[in-house]
């Protein structure tokens, strides 16, 4: 049976977005969004930087020093916070509030 043809989605293709939204994000909402997976990525990145040491072979006068270590997980450290705060500062908690987040329930609305 085929779809009545007063539909106002009549003739689009299957998984299209309804007849009036836009096919693409604001470029603002979009970029906070980025922003965002980013922020979510910063302890991946930290527990790879803090690792690399790790990887330094050891041994008998052919280890890393101690004390190169330490000064390198100082400046991962430090270059963190630094990113941290740089993206932290570009973010906006309130940019994308329309749209719901994982942890929204249906009727649970503040006020």
């Known amino acids: 049976m085929s779809e009545p043809s ?3 989605d009549a003739g689009r293709p ?7 939204r836009p096919v ?5 909402s979009y970029r906070q969004r980025r922003l965002r997976d980013a922020l979510r990525l910063m302890p991946v990145l ?9 990887l330094w072979p050891t ?3 052919t280890g890393a020093r101690t004390s190169a270590a330490l000064v ?3 400046v991962a450290w430090a270059g963190l916070a630094c990113l941290a705060a740089g993206l932290a500062a570009l973010f906006r908690p309130d940019a994308g509030a329309d749209w719901p987040t994982p942890f929204d329930t ?3 609305e503040a006020g």
Do not use: K, Q, T
Not at 24 to 28: E, G, I, K, V
């Open 6 to 8: 007063w539909r106002a």
């Open 14 to 20: 299957a998984g299209a977005p309804p007849a009036g």
């Open 24 to 28: 693409f994000l604001a470029r603002s």
């Open 46 to 54: 930290g527990a790879i930087l803090f690792m690399v040491p790790l």
């Open 59 to 61: 041994g008998e006068g």
């Open 72 to 74: 390198y997980l100082f």
């Open 106 to 108: 249906p009727g649970d």
